[in-house]
DNA sequence: AACCAGGACGTGA
DNA sequence: TCACGTCATGGT
């Protein structure tokens, strides 16, 4: 929590997850295209809003937000932003709507397994295990749709997450997901808009200070750490 | 010109 | 289980 609150204090609400289909009109996020929602946690409150996170969170899979949104984007000025249209689209089309943003041949195929599986949803909430179950939905991506879709308490544990805790000394290098989302859940009250901003604050402030080598350069946290 | 992006999967030790 | 190669494009 004290890393948290230094976190928040130095960046504040982040308005996670960004969403293309949201016509709020708060002001958008720094070089970003639109879609951040701060403090406004009632979000998503669609189940199309769902969906699109789904698809957002399969499509930044190791590639840029930015390009996943370009990639959101198209999608959405096609009209395809949505589970039927997403699983009528042909298949040629839908990788040239998502090519911006790489591994299109991959993605195409996990984008319309995930689509079919929400689609059998039917409006339920998954279970973790059910989400882990679709191909090409590993565990940071289960448990961002748990989290930012279905505001579920499941901690995000991503490539910075990790980076940020080994070079503050909090964990080894290759610790298991498992293990460092235990740590963070086992640490925490167990809040959902807590764990949202949590894994974003984590997220912005390593790409200030842990994107290019040598990580941890000038991070102000660092020094605090070591003691 | 390498290196990194809000990873996951398939393969063979 | 675990290490390693593969997947694709875009920005710095």
């Not at 130095?10 to 969403?19: C, D, E, I, S, T």
């Not at 198209?74 to 089309?93: C, R, T």
């Not at 790409?207 to 991070?219: A, F, I």
């Amino acid at each position: 929590m004290a890393i948290y609150s230094m976190l928040f204090s130095l960046y504040g609400p982040q308005g996670w997850w960004p969403l293309i289909e949201y016509s709020g009109d708060n002001p958008t996020k720094t070089g970003s295209i639109r879609g951040y929602h701060k403090e406004n946690y009632d979000l998503p409150e669609t189940d199309n809003q769902r969906f699109e996170i789904m698809i957002g969170a399969i499509l930044t899979q190791n590639t840029a937000w930015t390009s996943a949104e370009k990639a959101l984007m198209n999608l959405h000025d096609m009209g395809a932003l949505n589970v039927l249209k997403i699983l009528e689209m042909d298949e040629e089309i839908l990788k040239e709507a998502i090519r911006c943003a790489g591994f299109l041949n991959q993605k195409s195929i996990y984008i319309r397994e995930i689509a079919r599986f929400f689609m059998d949803l039917n409006g339920r909430i998954p279970t973790r295990k059910q989400i882990l179950s679709v191909k090409g939905v590993g565990e940071e991506t289960a448990d961002s749709i748990l989290l930012y879709a279905y505001k579920q308490p499941e901690f995000v544990i991503d490539a910075y997450t990790r980076r940020l805790l080994f070079h503050w000394g909090l964990i080894e290098e290759k610790t298991k997901y498992k293990d460092v989302k235990v740590l963070f859940e086992s640490n925490l009250p167990q809040d959902v808009p807590l764990f949202q901003e949590y894994h974003a604050l984590i997220v912005e402030h390593a790409k200030r200070y842990y994107q290019k080598k040598p990580y941890g350069l000038n991070d102000p946290l660092k020094v605090m750490m070591d003691k």
